[in-house]
């Protein structure tokens, strides 16, 4: 477990959970995100850390495996798991993310509408 991971996401379908949270690819997570479907890593999670459970089920009647393990490993306690807490930092780095993207499109527009002016 990495200390810079600031919140783990316990998931049985890790590409489901990273659209549904962030809209993205897991490949595009933030770096201080991971999403993790391994039953022996959520086993693992050491006392303190941050965590949420999104879990996808075919089945309503039949949890997951790796959810039995998420609610067992939730019930020896140690794992901060206040959602609200966690989605707010979510919605706060998909906010500063669409700020950053729209001022990339911006630069782009104004350096395009400045190189066809200079054209003109």
């Known amino acids: 477990m990495s200390s810079a991971i600031r919140l783990y996401v316990v998931t049985d379908n890790a590409h489901e959970a990273a659209m549904t949270l962030l809209g993205c690819r897991v490949a595009s997570l933030p770096a201080w995100m991971k999403v993790t479907t391994d039953p ?7 006392s303190g850390v941050a965590a949420l459970g999104l879990f996808f089920p ?11 393990v998420w609610q067992e490993r939730k019930l020896r306690g140690g794992i901060d798991t206040d959602r609200e807490k ?22 782009a527009l104004a350096a395009e509408n400045t190189r066809q002016g200079a054209a003109a």
């Open 40 to 46: 022996f890593e959520v086993e693992r999670l050491p």
């Open 58 to 68: 075919v089945d309503m009647r039949k949890p997951s495996f790796v959810e039995t």
């Open 86 to 107: 966690h989605l707010e930092k979510l919605n706060d780095w998909m906010r500063a993310r669409d700020a950053s993207d729209a001022k990339l499109i911006a630069d």
